[in-house]
């Protein structure tokens, strides 16, 4: 795989940074543009930037990692289900969903953003959850402040 | 566009697999993951309005839920839980293992997935069992008294939402990683061909993390003393 | 080597000789299985044309029913109908239009690229909208739905005897090309684009496209799965949504807003970005604030999220959740607003060419200024309390739809006729057209807001005697309107055997897409385009 920072992807880098984040970048991007304008306009194709090293293999990731993840998905499931036994009121749920939370980032950061559209993937990650929480939240501002006509056999 | 960089022994063998509308391996692979994350993205939303209307129901019968949840196995669910997140780490450790060329630790570590997986749906298929058994289903075979009966029923019902939607994953999961075993044994991938592997893995991953939200909302509530 | 390797700009050369995406294969089978996104939009226009033809009927028996007091139909035959009309209008043809048809025809070729990122899942979304469609008819079929298109419980879950699995089976199967398509245009728009493409050099259009995508994959799950709810419901009711088995009606509202809210952005956003195109064009001049026009495109995609409660001011939704929405809902306008407002400073100063294309869209800025006005009126819980479910809404909803969607796609359609058929229109019929378009809308639609206004309610195959002189105007207008929308299918129809043949760039445009013949080669470019920034209308067209 070739380095992250090669001297020569220069306009190819340029274009990622304006690939990027479009949506939450968008309000910085005035300069960042002007810039790729130029740069695209002036230099050579990009695609002709893109140079292989020579090497047989893609890059992975050493074993050891997957042991450690294993054992932290493990231990964080063990922690979470002995809270549970533990009588904290509404912070029980809170503490396993959190549990919950790192077990997925654990999971996201180590094995699932492997692409070069690295920071796309995560962008659709973090909407996908994003819009979850959202769909939850607003209903919710409905049920928690709503005045409640008790069912019949309550 | 004629390329004229000298490429790669490995950038070659990618080119080989590279479709019509590409210019670049880099950029087929790009789009694939970033396709099947979108899809990811949809999964999380179609669990997202079951897990919605468990909060908005929850809401509204606190005491219900938690009288269900504690009626449930949690010795069972531990077992499924720690089976499904062991078979996301062999999954990585068979693409890894693609990555590298190792033919066979990748079809050993796909089957151990697989298995895995299966396992999950063995030990969920007693627990469905034995609700039959106590009278816990939903709409066809419900049998509870009591001030909560009606919470009872609304939670077992978004509990077979949940963990049904969530098993049809895993068996088109276990399916599709069926079908790559064998396709790996036969020598369809190597360090320049895995996306499908990898794209495979990513949707286990998202079956499995569906997993770690629908576990503690389940089995973990109303289960301290007092 | 190409030239652009050794670092010469090529002069595009007039690519009328190479044999166009109709050549190649001209079976059935070539069509039916084929992964060209030109033919695939082809495919969808027919398509779409025709649940619009169905849509339309259905609305022509409701006009027909409402022009006495008393209803010229029964009343399960007017429920029916409008059912028809709303989930064959809203599913099969508004929401899919643009971006299935002109869409996918044209995000490739004005990014520079050979196809989408995945033509095959392309073709596939084409089945599944087909399949979703024969579920709907097959509902009509068998005896017809009377829920409305918003499939409210407990009616649709307890009450209506109607075939209301078969509708959402159909609308299922359907969200699910939905899906497919808006995840296949996020990814072309992000991996696609042709070297030196950046994204502030796209057109508007696609921006519009790549909007609506986002909206498209965030909304549709939850609608998919809110109405396989519905369904479970009527299979058992154990009571989701029943209160009285400790249930609640609303969280189907909730969920079901939630996405249908957004699925008005989709409708609408699209042809945002088209009306841009075509009013840059034919004024020569760069479309005012382009930058403010994209992000506002997003604010659009991302606040519509956020507004859905306010179609639930008078559910009994709690009075703070309400306050809520409101204030969200008024927030979405600004950049509608200023939508508007960078349309009309593109106009100023320009050299206006009034073709058929620009009366559509400027008919569009005017209708959807006037849809969008009425609905912060609705945003107001205040004034919402008396409106809800009157004419009104019916009205401000119909000048977004129709006045802008609908007007937009045509507008769309007629601009870039020449270069998917490579033959012009008669230009005098398509500005009559458009003209009546405007008129004929106007006449059937401004009276609706008058009667909600009065407080006619909305679904109701009867009415007040007082309202009937109203009702009929609507009902006169809604004849223009019919004659409106088959000039073109006639005209259109006719210049494919006796058209002009079009040139390359009939409009003189820029864009990519005006760069290569008409009508494009199976790979849509000989040469590899040039991009160069967005509506370069100050230089000349290369």
């Given amino acids: 795989m070739k380095p992250r920072h090669a001297p020569d992807s220069r306009a190819r880098r340029l274009r990622r940074l304006v690939d990027g984040l479009i949506a939450l970048q968008a309000l910085l991007a005035i300069r960042r543009y002007r810039r790729a304008v130029h740069a695209s306009a002036g230099a050579q194709d990009p695609r002709d930037s893109r140079m292989h090293s020579a090497q047989t293999k893609p890059e992975v990731k050493p074993l050891k990692t997957f042991a450690w993840a294993w054992l932290g998905l493990l231990v964080l499931l063990a922690f979470t289900v002995g809270s549970a036994f533990v009588n904290l009121g509404a912070a029980n749920t809170a503490i396993n969903l959190l549990v919950s939370v790192v077990m997925m980032l654990l999971l996201m950061t180590l094995f699932m953003h492997e692409s070069k559209a690295r920071r796309l993937t995560q962008l659709a990650s973090a909407a996908g959850l994003l819009w979850v929480v959202l769909m939850i939240g607003l209903s919710l501002a409905d049920y928690l402040t709503r005045v409640h006509i008790p069912a019949p056999w309550s | ?226 | 080597m190409s030239a652009i390797d050794a670092g010469i700009v090529p002069q595009p050369k007039p690519e009328s000789l190479a044999p166009s995406f109709y050549s190649g294969k001209r079976s059935l089978r070539g069509w039916l299985f084929t992964r060209d996104h030109k033919r695939i939009a082809i495919l969808y226009t027919l398509s779409v044309t025709l649940f619009f033809l169905l849509g339309g009927a259905a609305a022509a028996m409701i006009r027909y029913d409402l022009i006495v007091p008393s209803g010229e139909l029964p009343t399960e035959v007017y429920n029916k109908a409008f059912t028809f009309h709303g989930v064959v209008m809203v599913w099969f043809f508004l929401l899919p239009s643009i971006p299935v048809t002109l869409g996918n025809f044209l995000l490739p070729i004005m990014i520079g690229a050979k196809d989408l990122a995945f033509p095959r899942i392309n073709l596939f979304s084409w089945y599944l909208f087909i399949g979703g469609g024969a579920f709907v008819v097959a509902a009509l079929w068998a005896g017809g739905v009377d829920t409305g298109w918003t499939f409210y419980t407990p009616y649709s879950t307890m009450f209506s005897n109607t075939n209301v699995y078969l509708a959402i089976i159909g609308v299922f199967v359907t969200g699910f090309s939905t899906i497919f398509t808006g995840l296949n245009f996020i990814v072309t728009t992000h991996t696609m684009r042709t070297p030196g493409m950046t994204w502030m050099r796209l057109p508007l259009f696609v921006w519009g496209l790549y909007a609506v995508s986002v909206v498209m994959v965030l909304a549709t799950p939850v609608l998919a799965m809110t109405l396989a709810l519905v369904g479970l419901e009527r299979v058992v009711g154990v009571g989701v949504f029943d209160p009285s088995l400790g249930g609640d009606p609303l969280l189907f509202q909730h969920l079901f807003w939630f996405y249908s809210h957004p699925a008005v952005y989709m409708m609408i956003l699209p042809a945002m970005g088209l009306a841009s195109e075509i009013i840059s064009c034919f004024t020569s001049r760069r479309v005012f604030g382009y930058k403010f026009m994209t992000y506002s495109m997003l604010a659009i995609a991302v606040i519509g999220f956020m507004v859905w409660g306010h179609h639930m001011f008078v559910s009994g939704m709690s009075v703070y959740a309400a306050m809520v929405f409101s204030l969200l809902s008024f927030l979405v306008a600004v950049p509608s607003a200023i939508k508007i407002f960078n349309w009309t400073a593109t106009l100023r100063k320009g050299d206006i060419r009034f073709t058929a294309p620009m009366l559509y869209a400027l008919g569009f800025v005017g209708l959807f200024l006037l849809g969008g006005l009425t609905g912060l009126i609705l945003a107001a819980p205040a004034l919402d309390e008396f409106l809800h479910d009157t004419y009104f809404v019916i009205a401000h909803f119909h000048y977004v739809m129709v006045g802008g969607s609908v007007m937009c796609y045509l507008g769309g359609i007629h601009f870039w006729w020449p270069k998917v058929t490579g033959r012009m229109y008669s230009e005098r019929l398509a500005k009559f057209a458009a003209v009546l378009m405007f008129v004929g809308f106007n006449v059937t639609f401004f009276p609706q807001y008058l009667l909600g206004y009065r407080g006619m309610p909305r679904r109701y195959h009867s009415y007040l005697p007082q309202f009937q002189e109203l009702n009929v105007i609507s009902t006169g207008g809604a004849v223009l309107l019919a004659i409106s929308y088959t000039l073109p299918v006639l005209y259109l129809l006719w210049s494919l055997k006796y058209g002009k043949k079009a040139p390359p760039n009939p409009w003189d445009a820029r864009g990519l897409e005006w760069q290569t013949s008409s009508p494009p080669p199976k790979e849509n470019f000989l040469h590899p385009p040039v991009p160069r920034e967005a509506y370069a209308y100050d230089k000349p067209a290369p």
């Avoid at chain 2, 089976?83 to 050993?108: E, F, M, P």
């Avoid at chain 2, 039959?132 to 075979?141: A, I, Q, S, T």
């Fill in chain 2, 1 to 226: 566009m004629n390329a004229t960089v000298a490429d790669s022994p490995l950038e070659e063998a990618r080119r080989a697999h590279l479709e019509e509308q590409f210019d670049e391996p880099d950029q087929q692979h790009s789009a694939a993951s970033l396709g099947m994350w979108i899809f990811l993205a949809t999964e999380m939303l179609f669990f997202g309005v079951l897990f919605a209307s468990y909060v908005v129901l929850r809401v509204l019968h606190p005491a219900g839920f938690a009288e269900a949840s504690r009626e449930t196995d949690l010795l069972l669910g531990s077992g499924e839980t720690a089976a499904l997140l062991t078979s996301s780490i062999t999954i990585v450790v068979a693409l890894r293992a693609i990555k590298l060329g190792q033919r066979g630790v990748a079809t050993l570590f796909l089957s151990l997935t697989a298995a895995l997986g299966i396992g999950f749906l063995v030990i969920h298929g007693f627990e469905y069992h034995s609700e039959w058994e106590e009278h816990l289903v939903p709409g066809v075979r419900f049998l509870k008294f009591g001030p909560h009966a009606h919470a009872v029923e609304l939670f077992e019902v978004m509990s077979y939402l949940l963990t049904g939607w969530h098993s049809i994953h895993l068996i088109i999961a276990v399916s599709v990683v069926l079908g790559l075993t064998w396709r790996v044994w036969r020598g369809a991938f190597g360090p320049d061909h895995f996306t499908t592997l990898e794209l495979a893995a990513l949707y286990w991953h998202l079956v499995d993390i569906i997993w770690m939200f629908i576990f503690p909302l389940l089995y973990l509530i109303g289960r301290a003393p007092g």
